[in-house]
């Protein structure tokens, strides 16, 4: 899990640096969008899902003024714009590496297109609805700094419910592991004992992963960052085993 730690801490700063030239902030608040709109309502205390993208929306500095907008446009009060949907694309990149594209858009024409475009480019493939998605679980991941220590935070998350804990080091965060139904609940129990949250999210998790040699992971690794840059796109999940040797090779070459 070391060099999975190390890709998220690559995708956090590549975040955060967008955030600067505020090239997050329209994907944010599509997501904000959604939020109220599926969660019933602005109030953070029942809409937990709401509470997790405004957390993110703040933490990458996003202007109020932008939030409230996003807000008004999910509860209805601004009918500005096309109506914004969540879809899920599945598909196969190299090495019949599977993916899961999870995308948030106003216009579904362009999105698939442009994922469809960005596989085909390297000889993958959208997929039929349902035959990539049995591979994966939904889970939640929830990321605390590593400054943090170990053995404290596996005795409290284990006992708030947690799946696993795996350790960070350096400037990658301890990762711990929910059910999908108990993120929010953990999360709140960690920061209840003190313990300070980077991120609370749910992801899809790969029930059994592909090792390829480090040429073609950072290949993959490079199409995963390609198809995240596209407008739509969330958040893109594979069943790539991500090691530490194939993250750093591709960091490098990334020049992060």
Not at 75 to 99: F, H, S
Not at 100 to 118: E, F, Q, W
Not at 170 to 193: F, I, M, P, Q, R
């Amino acid at each position: 899990m070391s060099g999975h730690s190390h890709w998220q801490t690559i995708r956090r700063k590549k975040e955060t640096n967008d955030a600067k030239r505020g090239a997050v902030f329209t994907k944010i608040a599509r997501e904000i969008v959604i939020a109220v709109r599926e969660g019933g309502g602005r109030d953070v205390e029942t809409n937990i899902r709401l509470r997790v993208v405004l957390d993110n929306a703040r933490s990458m500095g996003m202007p109020k003024d932008n939030i409230e907008r996003a807000i008004k446009r999910g509860t209805g009060e601004d009918k500005d714009g096309a109506e914004i949907i969540e879809v899920v694309y599945e598909g196969y990149g190299p090495n019949g590496v599977a993916m899961m594209i999870d995308v948030v858009t106003d216009n579904r024409n362009r999105s698939v297109a442009s994922v469809r475009h960005a596989l085909s480019r390297v000889g993958g493939s959208m997929a039929n609805p349902g035959a990539v998605a049995w591979q994966f679980d939904r889970r939640g991941t929830i990321r605390v700094p590593a400054s943090v220590d170990y053995e404290e935070l596996f005795m409290a998350a284990v006992e708030a419910g947690a799946l696993d804990v795996t350790e960070g080091e350096g400037e990658d965060a301890h990762e711990v592991l929910t059910e999908s139904t108990d993120l929010h609940a953990v999360s709140d129990a960690l920061k209840g004992s003190g313990i300070p949250v980077n991120e609370a999210e749910l992801v899809m998790m790969p029930q059994n992963e592909i090792a390829l040699d480090e040429r073609d992971a950072v290949k993959i690794l490079r199409l995963i960052d390609t198809i995240e840059e596209l407008d739509d796109v969330r958040r893109v999940y594979s069943n790539l085993e991500m090691t530490e040797e194939a993250v750093n090779a591709y960091a490098a070459a990334a020049g992060d």
